[in-house]
């Protein structure tokens, strides 16, 4: 089993900036990608980003792309999201998810997920 918890989240005007982090535990020698989702009120889960804890290779949503930078301390089994230029539309529950798989953008394929915190954007 692999136990995830994420921390970092809160409240932040337009145009703010948040890093989310998201600490792994349990066997994580089976872990082979992290990835965040996000949540928002009355929306399906949707992906944000992923990396691959070996290696380090990522790829994002495009409504993130050049504002989130997903990165990772593999000594501390640690993945951050740093979300910059944040937008209303960003607000949601972000939730970190673990999967043996690289290139998954599902939330399905996810196998390990954590309880989620919440990011508020105000306008």
């Known amino acids: 089993q692999v136990q995830l918890v994420e921390s970092g989240g809160g409240l932040v005007q337009a145009g703010g900036s948040l890093r989310l982090s998201c600490a792994a535990s349990g066997r994580t020698f089976i872990t082979y990608t992290m990835g965040w989702f996000r949540q928002g009120p009355g929306k399906e889960r949707e992906f944000v980003a992923a990396i691959k804890l070996s290696g380090g290779a990522s790829y994002y949503a495009d409504s993130v792309k050049g504002r989130f930078t997903i990165s990772r301390d593999s000594a501390k089994n640690t993945v951050y999201l740093q979300m910059n230029s944040l937008k209303p539309e960003d607000t949601a529950v972000y939730y970190c998810?673990?999967?043996?798989?690289?290139?998954?953008?599902?939330?399905?394929?996810?196998?390990?997920w954590g309880q989620g915190t919440q990011v508020t954007v105000s306008s």
């Open positions: 998810a673990a999967d043996r798989a690289y290139g998954q953008k599902l939330a399905p394929d996810y196998d390990y």
